[in-house]
T-cell receptor, first 114, second 112 residues
């Protein structure tokens, strides 16, 4: 596609439910990043993929968070047993290689846990 | 942990004036810096980047200055326009290490 696509754009879920967030990177981009942005805050690094492997998972806030990437393309971020503090905008970015090359962000998924 | 911070959380400028947004970084090993612009409801958009072997880089109406001695980064926007109103983030990384650290952001408001 022309850019990084994320779905859904908005998600409202009940506390305790599981959610899956999807990211379609730009075709051919090998690196994919997930960030979380709370209201009025900066970007919090969650995880990144180089191909299908995730060398750095240190940013995942808890074991309720997991992410995978298949075929070197689409990535899903899964949050189990959602809590209200998980409410945020989840942003995905992709780049052709390492972040030394320009990275492009999607529009984000706004998650609201009620 | 390592962090990047901004001196001014909000900045208001008159249309046509120049804007300067400042950023301090703490990781002396960072060698690649990026500025992003985020408009309401959208993802961050790349503006300009600079590597540590440079101290200045110019784009269209934007200039990034890097002072490695004091670990300071700035973004200058010439002839600021209403469309420049957004939150601006600086970010840093070591090119040998993929985690990019973002600052908290500065909200730029342009007064017509």
């Amino acid at each position: 596609g022309a850019g990084v696509s994320q779905s859904p754009s908005n998600k409202v879920t009940e506390k305790g439910k599981d959610v899956e967030l999807r990211c379609d990177p730009i075709s051919g981009h090998t690196a994919l990043y997930w960030y979380r942005q709370s209201l009025g805050q900066g970007l919090e690094f969650l995880i990144y993929f180089q191909g299908n492997s995730a060398p750095d998972k240190s940013g995942l806030p808890s074991d309720r968070f997991s992410a995978e990437r298949t075929g070197g393309s689409v990535s899903t971020l899964t949050i189990q047993r959602t809590q209200q503090e998980d409410s945020a905008v989840y942003l995905c970015a992709s780049s052709l290689g390492l972040w030394g090359t320009e990275a492009f962000f999607g529009q984000g998924t706004r998650l609201t846990v009620v | 942990g390592e962090s990047v911070g901004l001196h001014l959380p909000t900045l208001s400028v008159q249309e046509g004036d120049n804007s300067i947004i400042n950023c301090a970084y703490s990781n002396s090993a960072s060698d690649y810096f990026i500025w992003y612009k985020q408009e309401s409801g959208k993802g961050p958009q790349f503006i300009i980047d600079i590597r540590s072997n440079m101290d200045k880089r110019q784009g269209q109406r934007v200039t990034v200055l890097l002072n490695k001695t004091v670990k300071h980064l700035s973004l200058q926007i010439a002839a600021t326009q209403p469309g420049d109103s957004a939150v601006y983030f600086c970010a840093e990384t070591e090119t040998s290490y993929d985690k990019v650290i973002f600052g908290p952001g500065t909200s730029l408001s342009v007064i017509p």
